[in-house]
């Protein structure tokens, strides 16, 4: 009907009805288009082989991307999708939880199919994360098919990257940890011993050798970060300042 223009006129006045039922003539018989060709050859015409499902399925029966119909019958030449990206969050942990273990529960925003089950909407998730003693800023989890969904894929992985804050009295360095501890003259003058309390909230008895200065440090072995996946512990390194401001 398209290839002929003056079908085609008629199909865009008046419709299909007319066109296949056609006005009454004056003998009452109806003046209509009657289809009498080849549909193969009209599809061979148009795709160059008469079997329009051709390249619709692979062999093994599932659909072929960029087909005749393209995705889900999207349309010709349609473009593969792309993969979906990894899904990347921060895990926010204070140096007693890295110092100790934590069980924490991340949120985060991923790719969800529709009802579709092609285009993909944000959902809010949430996620159970083991952080072992020992963790860093520089550990990355990586969980296999829980992030982003994409048509035509499977699930991209959660990535969790690590965030240390900062602590109020301790010093990350490497697996070494920091105190620095404020003393009066008179004590440093005397080397008098003083207490520290750890991250696990033990008590540390550190005595002085000699007169505090400010470039005294004091090395406690074994009282550091744990080395995660080694049953090993660094070191815990006192720093001690004096207070020129107190009385003697």
């Not at 005294?216 to 020129?244: D, H, V």
């Amino acid at each position: 009907v398209l290839s002929d223009s003056k079908k085609k006129a008629i199909y865009d006045q008046y419709g299909e009805y007319i066109l296949k039922h056609g006005f009454p003539g004056k003998d009452g018989k109806d003046n209509c288009y009657r289809y009498s060709g080849n549909d193969l050859e009209i599809f061979e015409k148009f795709f160059g082989l008469d079997n329009p499902f051709f390249d619709l399925v692979e062999s093994t029966g599932s659909q072929l991307e960029g087909s005749m119909f393209g995705s889900a019958y999207g349309g010709l030449h349609q473009k593969p999708a792309k993969a979906p990206a990894d899904l990347t969050i921060i895990c926010k942990c204070s140096l007693e939880e890295l110092y100790m273990g934590a069980m924490k529960k991340i949120e985060f925003e991923c790719d969800v199919f529709g009802l579709d089950g092609k285009s993909t909407k944000k959902s809010k998730g949430t996620h159970d994360i083991e952080i072992k003693p020992g963790y860093s800023k520089s550990t990355v989890l990586r969980f296999s098919e829980e992030g982003n969904c994409g048509y035509s894929y499977p699930k991209s992985d959660l990535l969790v990257s690590i965030e240390e804050l900062p602590h109020a009295k301790y010093q990350r360095k490497g697996n070494d940890l920091i105190y620095v501890h404020k003393i009066l003259l008179i004590d440093a003058l005397c080397s008098i011993p003083f207490e520290i309390e750890t991250l696990d909230h033990r008590k540390i008895f550190v005595p002085l050798a000699e007169v505090a200065n400010p470039d005294t440090q004091t090395i406690i072995p074994g009282e550091g970060m744990p080395i995660f996946e080694e049953a090993s512990l660094e070191n815990l390194n006192i720093e001690q300042k004096r207070r020129f401001d107190c009385p003697i």
